[in-house]
């Protein structure tokens, strides 16, 4: 997708100056995009994706393990990651909300079982190794219980936040048949499974572990698909971030994500949620030592949501801009 055609320039992000190597987005002033859609975005100089979830499902599929055939031997880790839904955001109270612009959302909904995770997935190559950006416009809720009611309720913090668990934003690169190929990934930990907030950004600290891995003896826990071992993420510098989860469970507000990674580089750039911006060029990303057939060039995006207890949690995505500095 052509920029010029949406008469985009460059956004300015928020947040301390990064040195000029770092591709960041800057707008012109006074230049406001054709498609009012993408006002609202910080794109790179070219739109490789724009996916409003009004217009349909836009290529996010339902992650599912490698297999030959037979379903009956899907790995138990992947077994269960549910097709993404188009969702016009009905909650039991309020009706229908309908998403930040427009009626329809992509809706990520796990089942009401503790560690259960629903993945989406968008697939796609590259043309050139270099920066990357994903772009969205978010929110998440966990499903309201309708348990004995808190004698202790003050009428401010619901109980409901406690029972969201964590979703991530991922990547899958890999450069060749000799690789290397590399999984970035960024957690945002709202609670624990005792239901204690944390509300932190964390990255993984190890690989995920492939059907290859899997296939040759080498999977350890089939809990969480992102890592080895269930403990392998560690806190990002200045990741802390309460978000506004507005008191009820079916109050929503939208938040704006932007992450940038280079593939070229095999690293992670930087992170901004709302205000909060990230610096991650220092973090490390593991890396396969193995070789992978048939994934060439190989981009693909990934979000996930997390139950971290019995109760479903959902992820909801307005709209979402992935641009690219070739």
């Given at each position: 997708?052509?920029?010029?055609?949406?008469?985009?320039?460059?956004?300015?992000?928020?947040?301390?100056?990064?040195?000029?190597?770092?591709?960041?987005?800057?707008?012109?002033?006074?230049?406001?995009?054709?498609?009012?859609r993408l006002a609202r975005f910080n794109p790179l100089k070219r739109i490789l994706v724009f996916d409003d979830f009004d217009e349909g499902i836009?290529?996010?599929?339902?992650?599912?393990?490698?297999?030959?055939?037979?379903?009956?031997?899907?790995?138990?880790?992947?077994?269960?990651?549910?097709?993404?839904?188009?969702?016009?955001?009905?909650?039991?109270?309020?009706?229908?909300?309908?998403?930040?612009?427009?009626?329809?959302?992509?809706?990520?909904?796990?089942?009401?079982?503790?560690?259960?995770?629903?993945?989406?997935?968008k697939r796609l190559t590259f043309q050139k190794p270099g920066p990357v950006q994903f772009e969205m416009y978010f929110t998440f809720k966990a499903?309201?219980?309708?348990?004995?009611?808190?004698?202790?309720?003050?009428?401010?913090f619901t109980p409901s936040e406690r029972n969201f668990g964590e979703m991530t934003i991922s990547n899958d690169v890999c450069m060749g048949e000799?690789?290397?190929?590399?999984?970035?990934?960024?957690?945002?930990?709202?609670?624990?499974?005792?239901?204690?907030?944390?509300?932190?950004?964390?990255?993984?600290?190890?690989?995920?572990?492939?059907?290859?891995?899997?296939?040759?003896?080498?999977?350890?826990?089939?809990?969480?698909?992102?890592?080895?071992?269930?403990?392998?993420?560690?806190?990002?510098?200045?990741?802390?971030?309460?978000?506004?989860?507005?008191?009820?469970?079916?109050?929503?507000?939208?938040?704006?994500?932007?992450?940038?990674?280079?593939?070229?580089?095999?690293?992670?750039?930087?992170?901004?949620?709302?205000?909060?911006?990230?610096?991650?060029?220092?973090?490390?990303?593991?890396?396969?030592?193995?070789?992978?057939?048939?994934?060439?060039?190989?981009?693909?995006?990934?979000?996930?949501?997390?139950?971290?207890?019995?109760?479903?949690?959902?992820?909801?995505?307005?709209?979402?801009?992935?641009?690219?500095?070739?």
């Amino acid at each position: 997708m052509n920029r010029r055609r949406f008469g985009l320039m460059i956004p300015a992000a928020a947040g301390a100056p990064l040195p000029a190597q770092v591709a960041r987005p800057q707008r012109a002033a006074g230049r406001i995009p054709d498609d009012p859609r993408l006002a609202r975005f910080n794109p790179l100089k070219r739109i490789l994706v724009f996916d409003d979830f009004d217009e349909g499902i836009n290529g996010w599929a339902e992650l599912v393990s490698n297999h030959n055939g037979n379903l009956d031997d899907l790995r138990p880790v992947l077994r269960d990651m549910r097709p993404a839904q188009l969702s016009n955001c009905t909650f039991f109270d309020t009706g229908t909300h309908g998403s930040m612009s427009g009626t329809y959302a992509l809706k990520l909904a796990t089942r009401a079982r503790q560690f259960h995770t629903a993945a989406s997935i968008k697939r796609l190559t590259f043309q050139k190794p270099g920066p990357v950006q994903f772009e969205m416009y978010f929110t998440f809720k966990a499903e309201q219980t309708f348990d004995a009611p808190d004698p202790n309720w003050d009428g401010n913090f619901t109980p409901s936040e406690r029972n969201f668990g964590e979703m991530t934003i991922s990547n899958d690169v890999c450069m060749g048949e000799d690789g290397p190929r590399f999984i970035c990934a960024l957690r945002y930990r709202n609670a624990t499974p005792e239901g204690e907030l944390v509300q932190k950004w964390m990255y993984k600290t190890s690989l995920h572990t492939t059907t290859k891995m899997d296939r040759a003896g080498q999977t350890l826990q089939s809990v969480d698909y992102h890592v080895r071992e269930v403990n392998d993420w560690k806190e990002i510098p200045g990741g802390r971030q309460p978000l506004c989860f507005n008191e009820t469970s079916t109050k929503i507000n939208w938040h704006y994500l932007r992450w940038v990674f280079d593939t070229a580089k095999q690293r992670n750039t930087e992170l901004q949620v709302n205000d909060l911006v990230m610096d991650l060029r220092g973090i490390p990303v593991p890396s396969y030592g193995q070789g992978y057939r048939s994934l060439n060039h190989l981009l693909n995006f990934l979000l996930d949501v997390r139950a971290n207890r019995a109760v479903r949690n959902f992820l909801f995505v307005d709209s979402a801009v992935i641009s690219v500095d070739w």
